[in-house]
């Protein structure tokens, strides 16, 4: 594997800002997406990164560090529906895959 | 648009055992990937078609296979079924590429083993 590291579980209060972040190995490395799966539906799309920096998306912002191998994904005003994992998924140059980690369980409490 | 549709939702299915699961991409995506979701390994890649051709391969056991057809449409078959096969199969549908494109996921199928 291409040794995606995410933490795996963390609570939060609702309208709280939580940071979930995504390390991975750099050679060959191409871009990296962020998947939001509510328990027992389909992953879905939330960013793509190619370049270094910030992208902004409503309350969901994520960053990208090609030189550290270094995402996170930025929750802000945390909502109860936000309760979910986030999958970080990285895409490598040659490969038709993306490669994910184990994905980080958010818990909003009230 | 119609989603990716993925049948049957659940499967019980017994050791030894054969099964094939079936994925419809989204109209016009050429490219068809499936995953094994299980609690303690997260999204394992198996395979992905593009245009019938597998492009791309994980590290399963030939137990493992799959097919894609003229329609996109995908099949992935798991033969002499093993009590660790019982998981959450995705696919997941691409306009060309899952490299640097959205990939849209189905509701997937629950495997069980018994």
């Known amino acids: 594997g291409q040794n995606i590291d995410q933490p795996t579980e963390m609570t939060a209060t609702e309208g709280a800002i939580v940071q979930i972040n995504c390390t991975y190995q750099?050679?060959?490395?191409?871009?990296l997406f962020w998947y939001q799966q509510h328990a027992g539906e389909a992953p879905t799309f939330l960013s793509y990164?190619?370049?270094?920096g910030l992208e902004e998306k409503g309350r969901f912002s994520s960053f990208l560090s090609r030189s550290k191998g270094y995402s996170y994904l930025l929750l802000k005003e945390l909502q109860m529906k936000d309760s979910a994992s986030y999958l970080c998924?990285?895409?490598?140059?040659?490969?038709?895959?993306?490669?994910f980690g184990k994905g980080n369980q958010v818990v909003v409490i009230p | 648009k119609a989603g990716v549709t993925q049948t049957p939702r659940y499967l019980i299915k017994t050791r030894g055992q054969q099964v094939t699961l079936s994925c419809s991409p989204i109209?016009?995506?050429?490219?068809v990937s499936w995953y094994q979701q299980t609690p303690g390994q997260g999204l394992q890649f198996l395979f992905e078609?593009?245009?019938?051709?597998?492009?791309n391969k994980g590290n399963f056991p030939g137990r493992f296979s799959g097919r894609q057809f003229s329609n996109s449409r995908s099949e992935m078959n798991v033969s002499t079924l093993e009590l660790g096969d019982s998981a959450l199969y995705l696919c997941?549908?691409?306009?060309?590429?899952?490299?640097?494109?959205?990939?849209?996921f189905g509701q997937g199928t629950r495997l069980t083993v018994v």
């Open positions: 750099t050679s060959g490395f191409n871009g």
């Open positions: 990164n190619v370049l270094d």
């Open positions: 997941a549908s691409s306009q060309d590429s899952p490299v640097n494109t959205e990939a849209f």
């Open positions: 078609y593009f245009s019938e051709t597998q492009r």
């Open positions: 109209s016009g995506h050429r490219s």
């Open positions: 998924a990285v895409t490598y140059y040659g490969n038709n895959r993306l490669a």
